[in-house]
């Protein structure tokens, strides 16, 4: 049975070159799921054999998936976050209630200093809450998460914050339909509470009103977000677990 589990891991080619180990998303879909609420037998938990050597393997299950939870950890995944999505509808602004920092859309020059802000404004991405990442490692991925913007790889549109002209901030928005997504948002830790991150939040329901909502993931841990983003006006709609394997 174990066999026809195979398709649901698919290899993460981006994090593999930058950790340097195979890295590989375990799928969670219906027909898993059932594959994993039929096994009679704790014999037969186990990984499919994807290959030798160090693995890394991520995934995301929902809180009320509790054979699918029993079974991943029983073969050696780990809890290392619960991710939280968070949407609101776009607001109509007429204008941008903004005293705190500069605003305006990603330029090619600003990719220094932003790859730079990214890799190290981040404390509570599941990468960083895995002990068996080391920091240096979970700060270069954000760091070449917020590259991939600028190469044309990743992103819709980004907005830059700034403060007596140097970059503070940056939101890093994907597009899905009618729906904008907030796929990342860091604000220099000098600079943190001051508003600045509704500031970017704003500018973006002030310049692209053509969209019906907005919607943003964050970690349980991060306590300072959640209460940012409820102030504002999102609402929570849905929660999963995030579980890593590592094998070395």
């Given at each position: 049975m174990m066999n026809g589990m195979h398709q649901n891991f698919v290899c993460d080619q981006w994090l593999f070159?930058?950790?340097?180990?195979?890295?590989?998303?375990?799928?969670?879909?219906?027909?898993?799921?059932?594959?994993v609420s039929d096994l009679k037998s704790t014999d037969h938990l186990q990984l499919p054999q994807i290959q030798s050597g160090p693995?890394?393997?991520?995934?995301?299950?929902?809180?009320?998936?509790?054979?699918l939870i029993k079974?991943?950890?029983?073969?050696?995944?780990?809890?290392?976050?619960?991710?939280?999505?968070f949407?609101?509808?776009?607001l109509v602004r007429k204008e941008i209630p903004n005293n705190k920092c500069s605003l305006r859309f990603a330029l090619p020059e600003d990719e220094s200093y932003v790859v730079e802000l990214a890799r190290n404004n981040f404390v509570y991405s599941r990468f960083h809450l895995d002990n068996d990442i080391l920091l240096p490692v979970a700060n270069k991925i954000k760091a070449e998460w917020a590259r991939n913007y600028f190469a044309g790889l990743r992103g819709y549109k980004m907005v830059i914050s700034l403060v007596n002209d140097v970059i503070v901030g940056f939101l890093l928005l994907l597009k899905s339909g009618k729906n904008l997504i907030i796929d990342l948002i860091a604000v220099d830790n000098r600079h943190q509470r001051?508003?600045?991150?509704?500031?970017?939040?704003?500018?973006?329901?002030?310049?692209?009103?053509?969209?019906s909502s907005i919607?943003?993931?964050?970690?349980?841990?991060?306590?300072?977000?959640?209460?940012?983003?409820?102030?504002?006006?999102?609402?929570?709609?849905?929660?999963?677990?995030?579980?890593?394997?590592?094998?070395?």
């Open positions: 070159e930058i950790m340097d180990t195979a890295v590989y998303c375990l799928i969670v879909d219906d027909n898993f799921i059932k594959e693995i890394f393997i991520y995934t995301k299950v929902p809180p009320l998936s509790t054979n079974f991943i950890t029983k073969i050696g995944f780990n809890l290392v976050d619960t991710n939280i999505v949407d609101k509808p776009m001051r508003g600045i991150a509704s500031d970017m939040i704003a500018y973006v329901e002030f310049h692209l009103d053509c969209f919607q943003v993931g964050t970690q349980l841990a991060n306590v300072p977000s959640i209460r940012l983003y409820e102030k504002i006006g999102f609402r929570a709609r849905m929660s999963n677990y995030v579980f890593h394997y590592h094998k070395i």
